[in-house]
């Protein structure tokens, strides 16, 4: 195929926009879009968007019904993740409320204060934003996230007990004062949200490492929120969000999620709900899946039904298919994704995050592979997402190990059932560390490796990584492992690697820093092993623009036509 | 633009094909040609080409007009220049000859013998081929290259009494002695035919420093090759080429050249002839410019006429403009390509060699520059060739030095004539490493620089060199001189850079190799510069496809729309 045909497809691919509802402001919904080609705060009035943002944002707290404005974070240092605060109004007026330029992960506001948390080098702080100013209230653990303020109190959770197996959470106030609860040692915990005194969080106590579900907690006792219509209860969710304001529930379990009102089912499309919101009547959300882009879509309450308010093209890339596959004692939900045309190819995606997953909806970096002719096989490796606390728990002390093992099984299933003749692995962020790790530690299974934004030394990362991401990695380690960071590192089995390798790295990532791969890099060439290498500068890890994420992917998409087109 | 465009406008322009005429072979044209897209040697089969390679071929002697077969070395080490020999017949029936795997810069042959000049790690050989078997007949200085056989004398030139500002000549015989000749001591000669027991040899020993012409050598003495007509005598050639077969002249001189017979003047189109044989009443020749891809022609004596006999597309990329650039006590000969659309960034194009130069010629780097909008400004520096040999010396002892103040002083002609309103760098090999090296002297000069295959440290690469390099090396800075190497390197001014870097490499690169690269850019990262880094495996120094050719610009091109886009 001619690169004019590979880079057509892949920037109308691109193109086609994504769309998350984050929540209303004054009786209009609030989206996040990128139909400018960046990530935007956007409202739908009527039935046409308004972007209200100027520039790419790096991320916003929900929306405050009953207010009309919302803050948000930008990267003002060229991908570094350095961020300054911002407010837009429904009217689009944009100012800068302050510049702190430290990594900021989470923010909150009310109608007074802005709240967040923010990693420098050395600490990780919670502040608040008075009158423009910056006030530090206290250092928090470095993987803490703020959630909601009202009046003087500020909500938040994380690793707040030093067991990196359960997460609890804590109330602030403005003076600094900071106190950690939690419903059951050991159980994990999102407190996100006040209202009435009472705050609302999400816990698996009850279900302990099963499933999740909505709890109250007065300061006194939890108390189970319960739901008028009762379809919710057989759905059998496993992870849940629920919004008090409106009464509504997005549910998932195996990849797709619903979405429910006072307890009761709303038919909508088969994929993942990216957000909703009611609205008078009307319920607005947007939805995709792997086949489907992202649209959004009105539901009449009184009519009881759907229709589609932002449309988007349709491209249906593929056959899709859901499988459980056996590993050990795990079972690894496993989406696999079959070209129209294939060309025999496959193309093991491992997600990032970790903890993260994919799951039934549109994927930026799925699509184009599968368009142009390969198979993707995307294992939810243990420690995803989506399938409870136990089974996202289990990469705790042992990343690049049972992990690893799932998607080497995903691999071996694919061969195996003939899905494939030749395959590759590839990944961006930890996914970019698993595919180091695998073609340098089972280098016989693999054709090709395409790592992205991955992790070549988690000790020299370490050294280099700020607080937050210094938490991240003790974690994952339980604790700062540095043997077993050694042990789980490509680069320690880099002289192993057999297969050619596509390593693709923006010069700016503060989260998995460019040198290592550079050293990586080096090894691979004093031991004569194919690479390109593609280094991308004023770009970080996270991307907020459409043109990014084509300049990350065409050398990926280019690099497979070379071996196989 | 969109990437597709860019994309497509490069894959456009790289399959024009090119054409050379290199000989013939009983009565038959033999081309250089780039049809499929890989260097083959194809024939002129009446107005037909026939492509008598199967792979893309490294090099190939002259034909020799009485036999019907050619040898030719073809690198087959993916692009480490490691090479092998074959044989194509007029039937385009192929053999290896032999498989030494060691760099061959040059090789002859006769109806018996072949002869080849190799370098390995540590010495430069001329062998023989004999039967298939390979036999080295003596150790040469290691810039040597031999250029014709007949029977028992082997001829050649090179750097052989150890004064890198002259070029002596050899003959050798088959038992490995071998004497070395001079017209004059410090003169410049390419001996390069035997026919009737005369060496047909260019030098410049009558005009010293100046120009060249042919003469014959007899082991006796020098004499003067003289024609019958005059035409050639006005036309004042700086740089002549005489084939004795069929008495044609190329006749070159401000990056034009000329096509004579016998010293009458061929009228033909205006730029570069590359390359003409003469069969019965017709001469072939290719031919191209600045704005024409290449074509073949046929001139018919008898009708005094020129037909085009393989035509290819028109495309008229820009305005060309020759001017000569005071710096210093030199004139700087450059070519000024405007843009039909331009967009007021203009690049300073850097020859590679530095032995080389930018002549009237299609150009394959500076053609999609100009065609996407951007204005060339391609500076013979001194130690271009096409001036003299005196001008083409100036370099030796000085790389780096004059040369990159005459590419700085076109910079600036090309500002303040307002020519441009930005402007940037780029080049490759020599080239490459001037652009390093010019955004690190002086920085303030650039707004970008574009750096394929550069040398980014002599030092180190020193020691990397084989046999061949280390001699090009020692030429270029009289002697090892390490000192002035470590002045001259780029990555001794790393840390003054302060424009944005596109630096591409191939990893098999054996002339200019990629761990120094990698090592300036480490320090490029390790203080914060901006650069895209592209390295590109399986490839090597020299381009044989066309499809790598696009690997290599593409990068470049995506780089400029980032910045100007």
């Known amino acids: 195929m001619e690169y004019s045909e590979i880079v057509k497809t892949l920037e109308e691919l691109v193109s086609l926009p994504i769309y998350a509802v984050i929540g209303k402001l004054k009786d209009t919904p609030v989206l996040l879009t990128t139909t400018e080609g960046k990530v935007n705060i956007s409202i739908l009035e009527g039935d046409k968007l308004r972007v209200l943002t100027k520039e790419p944002i790096a991320g916003s707290p929900y929306p405050k019904p009953q207010l009309d404005f919302i803050p948000f974070i930008r990267d003002v240092v060229k991908g570094k993740e350095l961020h300054s605060i911002y407010i837009t109004n429904l009217k689009g007026e944009e100012y800068e409320v302050a510049s702190p330029k430290i990594r900021i992960f989470s923010l909150a506001y009310d109608d007074k204060n802005i709240a967040f948390i923010g990693a420098s080098q050395n600490e990780s702080s919670l502040y608040v934003i008075e009158g423009g100013k910056i006030r530090k209230l206290v250092n928090v653990p470095p993987f803490s996230f703020v959630t909601d303020i009202s009046g003087d109190y500020i909500l938040g959770f994380g690793i707040l007990k030093g067991n990196p197996r359960s997460q609890e959470f804590f109330v602030a106030d403005l003076s600094g004062n900071m106190r950690i609860f939690t419903p059951k040692d050991g159980s994990m915990n999102i407190a996100y949200y006040i209202k009435d005194n009472k705050i609302y969080l999400v816990s698996d106590y009850e279900n302990l490492g099963e499933s999740y579900w909505i709890y109250t907690f007065d300061f006194q006792k939890y108390e189970r929120v319960e739901f008028p219509e009762k379809d919710i209860y057989s759905y059998k969710a496993v992870e849940i969000s629920y919004n008090p304001?409106?009464?509504?529930?997005?549910?998932?379990?195996?990849?797709?999620?619903?979405?429910?009102?006072?307890?009761?089912?709303?038919?909508?499309?088969?994929?993942?709900?990216?957000?909703?919101?009611?609205?008078?009547?009307?319920?607005?959300?947007?939805?995709?899946?792997?086949?489907?882009?992202?649209?959004v879509y009105k539901y009449d309450l009184k009519e009881n039904k759907v229709d589609v308010v932002i449309n988007n093209k349709d491209v249906n890339i593929g056959e899709v298919e859901y499988v459980k596959i056996k590993n050990e004692n795990v079972e690894v939900p496993t989406w696999i994704i079959k070209s129209r045309k294939p060309n025999k190819v496959g193309i093991v995606y491992v997600h990032g995050g970790p903890w993260s997953e994919v799951d039934n909806s549109w994927d930026l970096l799925i699509s184009p592979l599968v368009l142009l002719g390969y198979n993707v096989i995307a294992p939810n490796f243990?420690?995803?997402?989506?399938?409870?606390?136990?089974?996202?728990?289990?990469?705790?002390?042992?990343?690049?190990?049972?992990?690893?093992?799932?998607?080497?099984?995903?691999?071996?299933?694919?061969?195996e059932k003939g899905i494939v003749e030749k395959i590759g692995i590839m990944g961006y962020s930890y996914g970019g560390y698993m595919t180091l790790l695998a073609v340098g530690k089972v280098p016989d299974k693999w054709d090709f490796g395409i790592a992205g934004a991955s992790v070549a030394d988690w000790v020299e990362m370490y050294d280099l990584s700020d607080s937050f991401f210094k938490g991240f990695m003790e974690t994952l380690f339980m604790g700062k492992n540095l043997e077993l960071m050694e042990d789980r590192s490509p680069i320690t089995y880099v002289n192993n690697v057999k297969c050619p390798l596509c390593i693709i790295h923006s010069q700016n990532d503060t989260r998995t820093p460019l040198t290592p791969v550079l050293k990586y890099v080096q090894k691979l060439q004093e031991n004569n092993k194919t690479f390109y290498l593609h280094v991308i500068p004023n770009l970080g890890h996270a991307i907020y623009k459409i043109d990014d994420d084509v300049d990350l992917l065409l050398p990926a998409l280019i690099f497979l036509e070379k071996m196989f087109g």
Do not use: C, H
């Open 382 to 415: 243990r420690g995803s997402t989506g399938y409870g606390s136990k089974f996202n728990l289990m990469d705790i002390g042992d990343p690049g190990g049972g992990d690893l093992s799932d998607v080497i099984a995903a691999r071996d299933y694919a061969i």
């Open 245 to 295: 304001d409106d009464s509504l529930i997005i549910a998932k379990r195996d990849g797709e999620s619903k979405l429910f009102l006072n307890g009761k089912l709303l038919n909508n499309p088969s994929g993942i709900i990216a957000g909703a919101t009611k609205i008078g009547d009307n319920v607005y959300f947007a939805a995709s899946s792997l086949n489907t882009p992202y649209k």
